[in-house]
């Protein structure tokens, strides 16, 4: 489904003039969700494809599996996924929201406008959701709350009766999960299967996007929140359109987008400006030029950061609704900077990723 | 603690469940079948597809679910397995290779999406089952909130195994395939039609894994993948039970389930489920051929 993103836009870049007057050749490869897969995948492409950029990776195993690849063979990785940060390649251009651009917000809108004071973190059982715990921790602690309980579940398991149990007997105002995958599915479905309620303790989710609202039943999340700087429901012209060329090319009158997936389409009009700026396809031109690269995406403005390779993005908070849908409860007013080290401390002013790369004394 | 109870004997529901299929074809044919988990992902599948296409309810997809995936069953037996008696690492290998055939033909609609043509219900995306009114939230029962959709898989549960009992123990069939598991050649000599008691004792493990399927659609994801993790919680079962015995699948899956609960209760979910795996090892260990056996002679 993320590939169908990048062949849009390979797509709609042909159909205008190409990049520098040059058409965009495509080769699709599947991951098959598997890490080994992809590093064999990744390397077909680098070496034998000689191509200098790729667009794709899904979870952050399957990244942390082809980066080897793509820092010695020196080809460039074009990420769209939101990830748990603490990473720093010159030959990656992360196009997804870090932690501070979902839970920098999310965390004190919880606690202040929601008014809720003690939070059940949970979590599948791997790097993105512990990272996303400590980061979150500092964030309730500062704000004067505690967290009540940090609990996981083994990645793609489905049985959360004993789990909802404990958030039932908790105490808990509300359950903040960094569930992913087919699990978070069973997870809603048993929340309110034990007689809970996002009335009283909403899930406030960081990854359940419109792909799993859609698969459990919307009826399962509604009054849930998610914190995403993209929702299919936003109401701008652009996203509208976005949403119908999106619909037309996949051939499917339905089809859902979501964050992940407009990261997927976007990032290939920056990479496309970054030739452009730079004249040039090689490694070091792409990367020298997509710093500071602006795109108007279909959810607003983006932009490449000249430090750290990472996307300005405007966090949102989208509250589920039972037709499958968010209503935009909160949302800044333009991109923040992306801080992937910011649950060690980063700030704007004490960056640790910059152009020279990782500065490791400061951790 | 009630409550706990009532999440170990919904989670020994579920794994009896996917077992009694499994005590079923490995218990009386002696063949590990690796693609007992696509059966369920069949029947789920059937559930997702009846609704999208026929508009039927969950309840009403069982009896449905249960032919498909009975036939199903019978055209592996009677295409694959029955070549293979005898031989049980080829059987297992063989099965398996039917398993990754099943789950491909589903994430691609049966080759269609090659063309461009998509089938509402398949595909490799997660689908949805929507469940009756009065089997969402909970039900409340001697001064305690019940999750309603466990309870229901509680009682169908109940229902199959007394139902597969019943075929076992009470059927002409039923003793025919208690003959075979004591001793398939003799039974043979006493005029059993060995290979047509085989297929038809196939077909009814495969269509209550169906059914189980119908039920795990209700409250668990349903994706192409699924049935990959339950088949090997439903081979611990059988394993530890003894196989060939019904009684022994009953008992380990109580067990089991129980264990899982209270241990994931008072530690977490993923030492409760290495506890489990702590406990089928120990039991293996101490009595190789599981907790209930019978002797032969």
Not at chain 1, 42 to 49: G, P, T
Not at chain 1, 70 to 75: M, V
């Amino acid at each position: 489904m993320l590939a169908a993103g990048v062949r849009m836009a390979a797509e709609e870049i042909n159909a205008a003039g190409g990049v520098a007057g040059r058409p965009i050749e495509v080769i699709v490869e599947d991951g098959a969700s598997d890490p080994k897969t992809y590093a064999e995948k990744a390397q077909k492409l680098v070496i034998r494809d000689r191509v200098s950029t790729v667009f794709g990776c899904h979870t952050s195993a399957s990244r942390k599996a082809v980066l080897p690849i793509f820092e010695r063979r020196g080809a460039m990785l074009f990420y769209q996924t939101h990830y748990e940060g603490f990473e720093c390649s010159p030959n990656v251009v992360y196009s997804g929201a870090v932690p501070n651009q979902q839970l920098g917000n999310y965390i004190p809108w919880i606690l202040e406008t929601l008014g809720k004071k003690k939070v059940f973190i949970v979590g599948s059982n791997y790097v993105y959701p512990r990272e996303m715990a400590k980061v979150s921790k500092g964030l309730i602690e500062a704000g004067g709350a505690e967290w009540v309980a940090d609990e996981y579940l083994e990645l793609g398991h489905s049985e959360w009766a004993v789990m909802v149990n404990k958030i039932k007997d908790s105490g808990a105002d509300v359950v903040l999960s960094n569930v992913v995958g087919d699990s978070i599915i069973s997870f809603y479905r048993e929340f309110i299967n034990q007689g809970l309620s996002h009335e009283e303790i909403p899930i406030c989710a960081t990854v359940t996007s419109e792909i799993e609202i859609a698969a459990m039943g919307p009826e399962y999340a509604a009054g849930s929140y998610t914190s995403f700087p993209y929702f299919q429901s936003l109401d701008t012209p652009a996203n509208k359109s976005f949403i119908e060329r999106y619909r037309a090319f996949v051939g499917d009158p339905a089809a859902t987008t979501y964050h992940s997936l407009e990261a997927a389409y976007f990032q290939v009009f920056l990479w496309k400006q970054a030739i452009e700026k730079a004249g040039d396809t090689s490694v070091e031109a792409i990367r020298e030029g997509i710093r500071g690269q602006e795109y108007a995406a279909p959810g607003g403005t983006v932009k490449i950061d000249g430090d750290n390779l990472h996307c300005w993005l405007t966090p949102r908070i989208g509250q589920w609704q039972a037709d499958g849908q968010t209503k935009i409860v909160d949302e800044y007013d333009a991109p923040i900077k992306p801080l992937p080290y910011a649950a060690y401390g980063e700030t704007a002013e004490n960056l640790f990723c910059t152009r020279e790369g990782l500065d490791s004394s400061k951790l | 603690m009630v409550d706990i109870l009532f999440i170990g004997l919904s989670l020994s529901s579920i794994l009896l469940l996917v077992a009694l299929g499994l005590a079923v074809t490995y218990g009386a044919m002696g063949i590990i079948n690796m693609a007992h988990g696509e059966m369920v992902m069949i029947g789920a599948y059937t559930a997702v597809m009846a609704n999208i296409w026929l508009g039927l309810g969950l309840i009403a997809a069982i009896p449905l679910a249960f032919a498909v995936t009975a036939l199903a069953g019978l055209a592996i037996e009677r295409l694959v397995v029955r070549r293979l008696y005898g031989r049980l690492l080829d059987t297992l290998l063989a099965t398996w290779g039917i398993a990754i055939l099943l789950q491909q033909a589903i994430r691609l609609e049966f080759g269609l999406s090659f063309f461009g043509i998509h089938i509402a219900g398949l595909g490799s995306g997660l689908q949805n089952v929507p469940v009756p009114g009065a089997l969402q939230g909970t039900v409340q029962i001697l001064g305690h909130d019940f999750n309603a959709y466990r309870i229901f898989i509680v009682a169908m549960t109940l229902i199959l195994a007394a139902a597969t009992w019943a075929v076992m123990y009470r059927t002409a069939l039923g003793m025919k395939v208690r003959a075979i598991i004591r001793n398939p050649q003799m039974a043979a000599a006493c005029g059993i039609d060995v290979q047509r008691t085989n297929a038809l004792t196939f077909a009814l493990g495969s269509g209550l894994a169906g059914v189980a399927g119908v039920l795990m659609a209700g409250f668990k994801t349903v994706a192409p993948d699924m049935g990959a993790t339950l088949v090997v919680d439903g081979f611990m079962v059988v394993v530890t039970g003894g196989v060939g015995s019904l009684l022994g699948t009953v008992a380990a899956s109580g067990l089991l389930g129980e264990f899982n609960a209270l241990v994931a209760m008072a530690t977490n979910d993923i030492l409760g489920r290495a506890a489990v795996f702590a406990v089928v090892i120990g039991v293996i260990l101490l009595k190789p051929a599981g907790l209930f056996t019978f002797k032969g002679r």
